[in-house]
């Protein structure tokens, strides 16, 4: 069983060279950036018992490395994967760039990676409305994580809201984000991705929603998760 969808790949690796321009096609991602951030490092903080430095972080479909980046500058150890060599590349070359060569960077999918080491965190970002086979990408990806491990999920709810601001909005009426760049029938419900993790031992331990804020002109943690979301999940002990 595969979860590499080709035709998601290709609408990545075409604007590969503009992952670093913060203007470019993937600004939302830079402006969504210091939530994410600003999110995992508290619950990883709060939750993990374990210096930073000695913290293991598996980044699945890292892109062109911008949580990567965020996550290595706080003293974890991080592996980036991703299925588009392109992506993979300009991740590789930017860390380089700024002096973050520890950070390790691989061309591979989920299911292809080695699977002798066990992460203490892992992080799902935007990249689970972009793969096949769901339940078994969450199978293989939480086979991964360490008992009491973390995961972070973030990704767009499918609901009729999530098309008109996510697709139409932002892709049409805004063009934040190429056009295509999302297919609303991929998109996930929370109580979905809650139901994977319970059949593979993670218990939900929080959720919220991403919101933009027009008036401040930035992301921030809101209540409503009817578009944009993002949670935690705890493996189980044992």
Known sequence: MKTINYQEISKFSRYADQWWNEDG???PLHMI?????????KHIKAKINKDLSSMSVLDIGCGGGILSESIARIGAKVL????????????????????????EYKCTSI???????????ILCMEVIEHVDNLAFFMEESVHLLKPGGLIFISTLNRTIKSFVFAIIGAE???KWLPKGTHNWNKFVKPAEIVEHLRENDVALGDIKG??????????QLVDD?????ILIGMKTVG
């Open 33 to 41: 950036n210091p939530v994410r951030v600003s999110y995992v490092t």
């Open 80 to 103: 980036g994967i991703d299925v588009c060599e392109e992506n993979i590349l300009a991740a590789q070359l930017h860390a380089k760039k700024v002096g973050l060569e520890q950070i």
């Open 210 to 219: 991403i919101k933009y804020s027009i008036k401040n002109n930035q992301w």
């Open 25 to 27: 096609k993937f600004k």
């Open 111 to 121: 299911e292809e990676l080695e699977k002798k080491n066990k992460y203490d965190v």
């Open 225 to 229: 998760i009817s578009i944009n979301y």
């Open 172 to 174: 049409y009426v805004l």
